[in-house]
């Protein structure tokens, strides 16, 4: 069955310090892939996506993620991270009849 | 501005009573979806609309019910039979032509007392 791993439940990053937010998924099919965003108590906004092509993928607010079709990963990337970006990460991948699997998400915290 | 409106933002219910939260979207989106979200759990999906009055269940139905008469409205029904209904409830639509990325709304915080 389709899942979505992300294997760090917490992690915590001093400002202006790289990220490296980690995803894996199975799914059978070319994966259709999701980086959303949620402050807490709010909705999910989309970062990133992936369908196909270059398998480097840039998205809003500075974030990039890689898509490795070898490793079934698709990691989330920022170079310096703000205290704005202080929030959870959720990873999904689109499967057949047009749904999201989620991820349980990642709770990112930045230490000034 | 389009977008998807939940409403209300908080609800509180006394337990055994069934309780219906609000999604509307002006994106003119044909899918329309409901998670619900508990910590650690990430997004579980309850039910999705690909089109107007038809839908599905999802992973964690039971206990839920929904319609669909309107392309914008997706009310979501949380019954009695639902065991755990203190949630946080997220609504979601997306084009629906093949595996697009979902909008979400706000979301409703449902507490059962």
């Known amino acids: 069955a389709q899942s979505v791993t992300q294997p760090d439940i917490h992690i915590t990053v001093s400002e202006g310090a790289s990220l490296e937010l980690r995803c894996n998924y199975s799914y059978g099919a070319t994966p259709y892939l999701f980086w959303y965003v949620q402050s807490p108590g709010q909705g999910l906004q989309l970062l990133l996506k992936?369908?196909?092509?270059?398998?480097l993928v840039q998205g809003i607010k500075g974030f990039e993620a890689e898509f490795k079709r070898s490793q079934s990963s698709f990691n989330l990337r920022k170079p310096s991270v703000h205290w704005s970006d202080a929030a959870e990460y959720f990873c999904?991948?689109?499967?057949?009849?047009?749904?999201?699997?989620f991820g349980a998400g990642t709770i990112l915290r930045v230490k000034s | 501005d389009g977008g998807i409106t939940q409403s209300p933002k908080y609800l509180f219910r006394k337990e055994g009573q069934n309780v219906t939260l609000s999604c509307e979207q002006n994106?003119?989106?044909?899918?329309m979806y409901w998670y619900r979200q508990d910590p650690g759990q990430g997004l579980r999906l309850i039910y999705y609309s690909q089109i107007v009055n038809d839908f599905q269940k999802g992973d964690i139905a039971e206990g839920y019910s929904v319609s669909r008469e309107k392309k914008e409205s997706f009310p979501l029904t949380v019954t009695s039979a639902q065991k755990n209904p203190t949630a946080f409830y997220l609504c979601a639509s997306s084009m629906g032509s093949g595996v697009t990325e979902a909008f979400f709304g706000q979301g409703t915080r449902l507490t059962v007392v």
């Open positions: 999904a991948v689109g499967i057949y009849g047009n749904k999201l699997v």
């Open positions: 994106l003119n989106h044909d899918a």
């Open positions: 992936y369908f196909s092509g270059d398998t």
